[in-house]
């Protein structure tokens, strides 16, 4: 059995690592992109996030005002464990608390604020079973500047891929700005409007640089991250060669009358963490620096 203790523990911890200190995919894309640049002000812009991130990880203060909203991904093996979601629960409470994050959790129509990050659905838990020995939380604390940039469109089968493109023209093209990029597109297509969304969200947790295991979709994630960086809207919208690090999709069957296509933005505070908790209490952290314990 896998104690709520050890669960807390963890996401907890899960959290402070994702507060102060980015994978290392999304920093090297950061560097890359700072050293591609030629003009001065996106290389500023660009200067100043790098900056951000190394004091983050020297005084262990989060990256950003913004602390987010907080969304939990769980892969539930072939484990016993105690109080999942109300430890999962607790452990954001706390980390609320001691890291601290800001509370940002409200009551959607009151604004009423408990102060903890937890109420009602938040923060959001999403698990799915698998056949592993072992119970993996996955933490992606998400700012609302780029998560108010998200957006959904009921296309037809008429619309086509054209039409697809042109809507994620649009969105990237309207948000501008304001998701402070360069950041990271997400992209559902197919499913229903909350499949399509789920996938959005979902793409984010994968690496940058990899790509969709279908040609088809990889080939669109590559031509759609040239054709949205050549705008040029660039580093918090200032201009430049760089406005998202990357772009990756998922699909899903549709029905045949229809197709959804929903995108969800990252901002360059590309935060997530995970870990691994086994059945004897050992805790296994899979993302940045942090040993085994």
């Known amino acids: ?18 507060s102060v200190e980015l994978p290392n995919d999304v920093k090297m894309a950061l560097r890359a992109a700072y050293e591609r640049e030629v003009d001065a002000v996106p290389k500023m812009q660009l200067k100043a996030i ?9 005084t262990g203060i989060p990256m950003c005002q913004d602390t987010g909203i907080h969304v939990v991904y769980v892969k539930w093996g072939d484990v016993d464990v105690e109080d999942l979601e109300e430890a999962v629960r607790e452990g954001v409470a706390e980390a609320t608390s001691s890291i601290p994050l800001r509370p940002n959790a409200v009551h959607p ?3 009423k604020n408990p102060g903890t990050n937890v109420g009602l659905h938040m923060p959001y838990i999403h698990i799915d079973k698998t056949k592993e020995k072992f119970l993996e939380i996955t933490v992606m604390p998400k700012g609302f500047g780029a998560e108010n940039m998200s957006a959904l469109a009921m296309l037809t089968p008429a619309h086509g891929l054209k039409g697809v493109k042109e809507f994620i023209l649009q969105t990237v093209v309207k948000a501008g700005g304001n998701p402070c990029p360069p950041g990271i597109l997400g992209i559902g297509i197919g499913g229903t409007a909350d499949v399509a969304m789920k996938l959005a969200k979902e793409a984010l947790l994968r690496p940058l640089g990899s790509r969709n295991p279908d040609p088809e979709v990889a080939k669109l994630e590559e031509e759609l991250l040239e054709a949205l960086n050549g705008l040029g809207i660039g580093p918090m919208g200032l201009g430049g060669k760089t406005t998202l690090l990357g772009v990756n999709i998922e699909v899903a069957y549709t029905h045949t009358a229809g197709l959804p296509v929903a995108v969800n933005y990252q901002c360059w505070a590309a935060r997530r963490a995970s870990a691994r908790i086994y059945p004897d209490g050992r805790v296994e952290y899979t993302s940045h620096r942090k040993k085994e314990v």
């Open 1 to 18: 059995m896998i104690s709520k203790l050890v669960v807390k523990s963890t996401v907890k911890e899960l959290l402070r690592i994702a």
């Open 50 to 58: 790098l900056d951000n991130i190394d004091l983050a990880e020297k």
């Open 109 to 111: 129509l009151t604004r």
